[in-house]
């Protein structure tokens, strides 16, 4: 089997996949996701976005089998991407305090001309937040690369109260979405896992 290609920089991707013993190489994919407009659908904005990545890697890997993937937050209709300033995550956490959100990744798989999709919603509480809280957690937890401002897994997640759903979908890759888009291009997981 050629090696899957993994489109994306995502170190905590790369974490979810090497959960299973898989051979894959992680690309960068020639996409900027800015050009996806945003219409009010979050699952489909991420399905989009996703899709897009892995058609931008297909001509360089035609032959490989090519994972990619796009997670988002969402709250009232709006979306809560990677920030770009120490400010802006203050004020996404900030915002985001003591709520609840939803945290939607899209993932697509494409083998030769064959392109499948599909999205899967968290959804998480964060308890309430104080500014100082925000700043130490932010002073742990570099939160430019993250959609949202914070990330879950290890101590991050000391500001979550509650999560329904996937808890693999909240840091950027859902594990049983991942496994049946891949079973359908005839990559078994099962077959891969690791003890």
């Not at 030769?112 to 899967?120: D, F, I, P």
């Not at 130490?136 to 879950?152: E, N, T, V």
């Not at 996937?166 to 359908?184: F, I």
């Amino acid at each position: 089997m050629k090696e899957l290609i993994l489109g994306s920089q995502s170190p905590r991707r790369r974490e979810i996949l090497n959960f299973f013993s898989v051979p894959f190489i992680q690309v960068k994919p020639d996409f900027d996701e800015a050009r996806v407009p945003f219409r009010g659908d979050p699952e489909a904005f991420v399905c989009e976005v996703a899709k897009q990545k892995a058609l931008s890697l297909q001509g360089a890997y035609l032959d490989h089998p090519i994972l990619t993937a796009d997670t988002i937050v969402a709250m009232d209709g709006r979306l809560f991407l990677k920030p770009e300033s120490a400010e802006e995550a203050f004020g996404m956490l900030l915002e985001l305090s003591g709520k609840k959100h939803s945290v939607f990744s899209g993932v697509c798989v494409a083998k030769g001309k064959e392109l499948l999709v599909g999205a899967e919603e968290a959804k998480v509480e964060f308890h309430p937040l104080t500014a100082d809280e925000i700043r130490a957690y932010h002073k742990s937890f570099h939160p430019l690369d993250k959609a949202g401002a914070y990330a879950i897994q290890r101590g991050g997640s000391v500001i979550v109260k509650r999560i329904e759903g996937c808890y693999y979908n909240v840091m950027g890759l859902p594990l049983n979405k991942t496994r049946s888009l891949l079973a359908a291009i005839g990559i078994n997981l099962w077959d891969f896992l690791k003890d």
